[in-house]
């Protein structure tokens, strides 16, 4: 495993589909399947959705251009459960930093019926075909339908103070890609929670189970984070810690 990067977002982030069909040899495809149906025994709710795998990467400090090719959701979900496999689904996502006006730094815990349960992690998700504008993923639409699916916020309320994306996130575990937004909001942590809950109500009234089962919050300073980390006991995401370390140093 190389050592997790977080680093500024560069000016431009290009995101695009290549055309060509994704190439995985038929053992590793079948291995895929075998797994897939191991999953979906123990979890029904899994659905095996689309997915997009990296194939190239160009990097400067002022663009970051990424081309992907479409596969499915067992091709990530198995890379997830075996980092070292041939073949991997290499994803890049987004995902939202959220910070309330009394400064704590606001992230979900997954619901049982996910396929990370208990997982830490800000509100977030991979590429949608709906994202494309022509052959280019937009990353702003991707993390903006995110936001209003798990937490209820658009981005264009009045209640958002900024939105901006803020850090670039590789290597790590599986070296998956994330472009980290920061949204700034105009509501205290305990209101904000408040304003959670009742999203969440809102989606279980209406049949369906939410993406976060709770949320958390920590003060963005130094003490209160190093004690967040050193005492949490749940599973996390690879970037939060470094992400909630970042935040703190001056």
């Not at 999953?39 to 029904?44: G, T, V």
């Not at 160009?58 to 596969?71: A, C, G, N, Y």
């Not at 939202?96 to 997982?119: C, E, W, Y």
């Not at 075909?129 to 981005?155: A, P, Q, T, V, Y």
Request: aromatic letters at 10%; a negative charge.
């Amino acid at each position: 495993m190389q050592p997790l990067i977080i680093e500024k977002a560069p000016p431009s982030i290009i995101v695009k589909l290549s055309t060509s069909p994704s190439r995985i040899p038929q053992e590793i495809s079948n291995n895929h399947d075998r797994f897939w149906n191991e999953q979906i025994s123990k979890n029904p709710a899994l659905r095996n959705g689309e997915a997009f795998t990296i194939t190239d990467i160009r990097q400067t400090p002022e663009k970051l251009e990424i081309t992907v090719v479409k596969t499915d959701y067992k091709h990530y979900l198995y890379t997830m459960h075996h980092p070292t496999c041939d073949y991997p689904c290499k994803v890049i996502y987004s995902c939202a930093s959220v910070i309330t006006k009394d400064n704590h730094l606001a992230f979900g815990r997954m619901n049982q019926t996910t396929s990370t349960p208990g997982r830490l992690q800000f509100t977030g998700g991979g590429l949608d075909e709906s994202d494309l504008r022509d052959s280019k993923f937009n990353m702003e639409d991707n993390i903006s339908r995110e936001l209003k699916e798990e937490m209820g916020l658009d981005i264009h309320s009045p209640v958002v103070r900024s939105f901006r994306p803020k850090f670039l996130k590789h290597k790590g575990s599986h070296d998956f890609w994330a472009v980290i937004y920061e949204l700034s909001v105009d509501f205290t942590a305990n209101e904000l929670h408040d304003y959670f809950l009742n999203h969440n109500q809102h989606i279980i009234e209406n049949g369906q189970q939410p993406e976060f089962d709770k949320f958390l919050f920590v003060p963005l300073e130094k003490e209160a984070v190093e004690a967040f980390l050193q005492n949490e006991k749940a599973p996390m995401v690879d970037y939060l810690a470094e992400t909630l370390l970042k935040y703190t140093e001056k």
